[in-house]
Each structure stands twice: as C-alpha cells, then as structure tokens.
C-alpha cells in the first residue's frame, strides 16, 4: 500500500516540480503520529514477550540444573557412604608363621634402606 503511494508521489513530483505538494503527500503517506503510537504499541508487546521468554529460559534452565546437582550430590553421597555402610570385619588371628615372614620382611626393607643411605644411591 505504502509502496504505491510512492510510485504515485513520483509521478506526482516528475509532472508538476511542486516540493510542497511532494511534502503534503509524503506527511498523508506516512503519518508519523500513527507511526510512533504503533512503535510503542508493538515495542511495549515485544518487550513483555522478550521478558516472557527470557523468563521462561531462566526457570527451565535453573530446574534442570538443580535436578543434574541434585543426581550428582546423590550418586557422591552413595560412592561415600559404601565404605562406611560395611560392617568392620574382626580381626581374625593372623599365624604366627605369617606374623614372622612379615616381620622378616620389614626388617629386610630397612636394612635395604640404610645401605641406601650409607652408599648415596637416592
């Protein structure tokens, strides 16, 4: 509609070489009280929808946030009580044969060690 209009316009200027009547119908064409109270219409509902929608991004992201924390708090919680949730075996009496191999054992480390020591090897 608009673009007829200015079609019209140019014919209009190319007959007659009047710039007043080019400026009357160009302020007809374009009315720019009507143009600044639709602006402000359709910002003002563009604006509620931006806010609707940005709103809604902020809630669902939040929810499945706290829903993934939640699983992951969990699933830790669990991996750290297992150890705990076990009961704790007795000692069972070890040999006296095993008891001595390890002793054995134990002493031979650290005569290792020493000599390390004493030759400088670490």
Excluded: P
Excluded at 41 to 66: A, D, F, P, Q
Excluded at 73 to 88: P, S, T
């Amino acid at each position: 509609m608009i673009g007829r209009k200015l079609a019209l316009l140019s014919n209009i200027e190319g007959h007659h070489h009047n710039s007043y009547l080019g400026e009357v119908l160009i302020s007809d064409i374009l009315d720019f009280d009507k143009l600044k109270k639709l602006a402000i219409k359709n910002g003002k509902k563009m604006g509620h929808t931006l806010i609707w929608v940005t709103l809604r991004v902020y809630i669902v992201s939040v929810n499945s946030v706290n829903k993934k924390r939640k699983a992951v708090v969990a699933k830790i919680k669990n991996k750290l009580n297992k150890g705990k949730n076990k009961e704790i075996k007795e000692n069972k009496e070890v040999s006296k044969y095993i008891k001595m191999i390890s002793e054995y054992k134990q002493k031979i480390q650290k005569m290792k060690h020493k000599i390390k020591e004493e030759e400088g090897i670490e």
